[in-house]
């Protein structure tokens, strides 16, 4: 297998958060550059669906795109016995709604809000400022919505810490980060938990 990276990026870091807690290693990886481009060639979107990173070369020659799906394909092929996709049958369906209400009103918001406020990528796509606020503007509506969850809630999906948490702890830390919400200051919730996942050792990774 081989994995194509840009180990920087929110959702090569989703991913590599996921494998480190399953150890799951042993097999190659090849940095693609983002910035420069490098996955806009006709020879790299010839394998993958998206054209974006990750992507993942199987042996038998075909490819997976997309963060969970990528996730998804490791958590079967390597034994364990985590449960980041749920342990019961009402758990995996609770992970899977909280993971996409992460991924659609925050990480993608998120990504909105930075990409267009910043123009980072205005060489391939049309950066809109005025979107990049009102995205913001969502990220800062989904943050209360968050921690109410958490209040009621040891981690984001059921009482277990699931790959609905790994999209949160990196959402969360785009926020902080990238558009210098104070999130931790506000949200009481969210700081008892993003510390307590903040000690994992795949964080530490």
Known sequence: ??????????????????????????????EINVREGDNLTDAYKAKS????????????GSFLSET???SRYFDELQPNDLDLFGDSVAARAKVEM?????????????????????GLYKDRENCIEA??????HRVELFLPK??????????VATERYTIADISAYIFVVVAINALKIEVLESY???????????????MKG
């Open 68 to 70: 969970v799906a990528i």
């Open 146 to 155: 968050l921690d109410k969850q958490l209040s009621q809630s040891d981690y």
């Open 49 to 60: 669906a998206n054209g974006k990173v990750p992507l993942l070369e199987l042996d038998d």
């Open 188 to 202: 009481p919730h969210i700081k008892r938990w993003f510390e307590v996942v903040s000690s994992r050792p795949a």
């Open 131 to 136: 979107w990049g606020v009102e995205a913001k």
């Open 98 to 118: 909280w993971n996409r209400i992460v991924e659609i009103d925050g990480i993608q918001n998120a990504f909105q809000a930075f990409r267009n406020t910043t």
């Open 1 to 30: 297998m081989k994995l194509y990276e840009q180990a920087a990026t929110v959702s090569c870091k989703r991913l590599n958060l996921f494998l480190r807690e399953i150890d799951a290693i042993g097999f190659e990886r090849v």
